[in-house]
């Protein structure tokens, strides 16, 4: 997929407005549980103390407010919609690693991990209602209430899709009989609504209009899916080191793609081994090898990386079809690029 | 507190209604995870069959429909407001349910019970999000954006309470220092806040002025209040027949009114006891019955009682305060008193 990109400058600015939103919103409210969260955005920690770490990648937010731009808008009115999908993706990270058991994220024990499941499961919560709170701030920067309700709207349907995604994932642990088809339905459900609800929030919110919307939607849906496919990629073939998580995603049985495309197209002895291990809870250090081996036989990093290729120009294609002049499409051009060829 | 009332008659025509308006949130998104939904909610087993249990007691909506009906509002415009209400009570169950161990709601297993913890939280966080889509459909019924948005600040006002309420109440478990005061807080947050937003919601929907929606507020945050502690009583001692869920508040260390009075007001070897058996996990059978004892001589069930009885007065006097007619405030009187002499 070429040579690597750099996140666009354009961006270093805003994330400073997007965590002063963050940490507006998360301070605001919830006294007890307030340290939880502070604690998984990487602000503090486990005592209370600062800590100089970065607050993730900020993707969906940066999605949002360069599209926002892209289509001409006052990139300072979608800050709080910014802030709601980081939000909306905080509470699933959180949810997410007490299903998969995670004991650490970017290199720091994971929240139940400290505070224990129910904590973490009552932190998620809260963080999911506070991406609704914050996105009501739209109206402070004079948004209609009109694109208020829609906003909303927008942002609960992916929601809705993400949970179902989230199931799908969990479900698709035990099963053997997944396809291609299956894992694309489960990573738009699971990955891409969120990329396609930043991008589309952004555009909607960044213009009078409503006609270029569904493109940035599509723009970031394809997008996403592309991103999902790079991170299963990586989840197999990745380090500790340069993921800040383990990947296991072989030894807990995740139906990525290189493997859901191993367990189709593999036959004989190679199916049988496949199928063997995968119907052991978890899958341990020879196994994984094993799985490994079988999979590089059978083309599976190829085959996953020209899919996230494709979807890749897929994605371009829709921010193409926009019509906006190249300076506009630029940004969110670099972001893309940055996002899937951050490390292969 | 009186004598037995029952559920006020006119409410039978708006149990359907709540219950359609449910099914049709429910069954109208969210393919796999549906099932887990509709079983949660009692309409079907957990094989899909239906069955014909009761979906709960519908409380909450109650409170909300009646609360409009009392300002002389169009009952059929809040039935969405009344099913938001009803999708985050059920949401916050089945979390619940996980972080206490549940085994049973209702005599049925619960969700996580069923199809384990991850799919539990994941069920529950779509629930949650399928109350802020139900509560846009107030679009539908000629309602102003003006106000569904404040309706959905409203809401996430108290989702926020609810789960800094929820974090409190596992962080009391190994905690032996709460007061009564704490007490109140964190039932005010988990309990109260709902009952607070399901009346609020219905007089704020139901009328245009909104002078009466705070005394509404109060009046349900009050009789939250009052409800909470009922619950405790009958969590101590009720019996498993008559709540649907093993009586077991003592042995998971729950510090319930009648418990956090005993510790704040027993002196010599009862508090030596009292102290040392909360700071097992979890309390045996026999420490159970010695907890009860203790709390029998100390007057913990008379005193939890008077309080409930301060709130429910209180929560009436809020009534009152609006200076509405009988005819308006009775069915709402009656619905309190229903709620709270259920079983004791």
Same mark, same amino acid.
């Given at each position: 997929m070429g040579a690597k990109c750099s996140l666009p400058q354009s961006f270093a600015p805003y994330r400073n407005a997007v965590r002063a939103e963050l940490e507006n919103t998360i301070d605001s409210s919830?006294?007890?549980?307030?340290?939880?969260?502070?604690y998984h955005m990487g602000w503090q920690d486990e005592h209370g103390n600062p800590c100089g770490r970065e607050s993730g990648k900020f993707i969906r937010s940066t999605l949002c407010i360069l599209s926002c731009q892209a289509v001409? %808008?006052?990139?300072?009115?979608?800050? #709080? @919609?910014? @802030?709601a999908v980081e939000l909306v *993706?905080?509470? #699933?990270?959180? *949810?997410? $690693?007490?299903? $998969? %058991? /995670? *004991?650490?994220r970017h290199h720091r024990p994971t929240v139940w991990k400290l505070w224990g499941e129910s904590q973490a499961i009552n932190a998620g919560d809260a963080m999911f209602t506070l991406a609704y709170s914050?996105?009501?701030?739209?109206?402070?920067?004079?948004i209609a209430d009109e694109k208020i309700v829609s906003s909303i709207e927008m942002l #609960?349907? @992916?929601?809705?899709?993400?949970?179902?995604?989230?199931?799908? $994932?969990?479900d698709y642990e035990n099963r053997l009989d997944i396809t291609v088809k299956d894992y694309l339905d489960m990573a738009a459900k699971k990955t891409a609504a969120l990329f396609g609800v930043s991008t589309s929030?952004?555009?909607y919110l960044g213009s009078e209009g409503s006609e270029l919307v569904n493109f940035f939607r599509l723009f970031g849906r394809q997008l996403g899916i592309a991103y999902q496919i790079c991170d299963d990629i990586l989840g197999i073939w990745g380090t500790v080191e340069r993921v800040g998580k /383990?990947? %296991?995603?072989?030894?807990?049985?995740?139906?990525?793609?290189?493997?859901?495309?191993?367990l189709q197209n593999s036959e004989g002895t190679a199916r049988e081994r496949l199928e063997g291990l995968y119907s052991q809870k978890p899958i341990g250090d020879k196994g994984v090898s094993e799985v490994m081996k079988i999979l590089n036989q059978? %083309?599976?990093r190829d085959y996953a990386e020209d899919l996230a290729e494709q979807y890749y120009q897929g994605a371009l294609a829709q921010l193409e079809a926009t019509g906006l002049g190249a300076s506009r499409q630029d940004p969110l051009k670099e972001t893309a690029c940055f996002i899937l060829k951050r490390d292969f």
């Open positions: 919830l006294p007890s549980l307030r340290n939880l969260l502070r001409g %808008g006052d990139t300072s009115r979608v800050m #709080s @919609a910014a @802030a *993706h905080n509470f #699933s990270l959180i *949810h997410d $690693d007490i299903e $998969d %058991g /995670s *004991h650490e914050t996105l009501l701030k739209l109206s402070e920067k004079g #609960s349907r @992916a929601c809705l899709e993400l949970c179902d995604g989230q199931y799908l $994932d969990v929030l952004g555009a /383990s990947a %296991g995603d072989i030894s807990q049985r995740k139906k990525t793609l290189p493997v859901v495309y191993g059978l %083309g599976a």
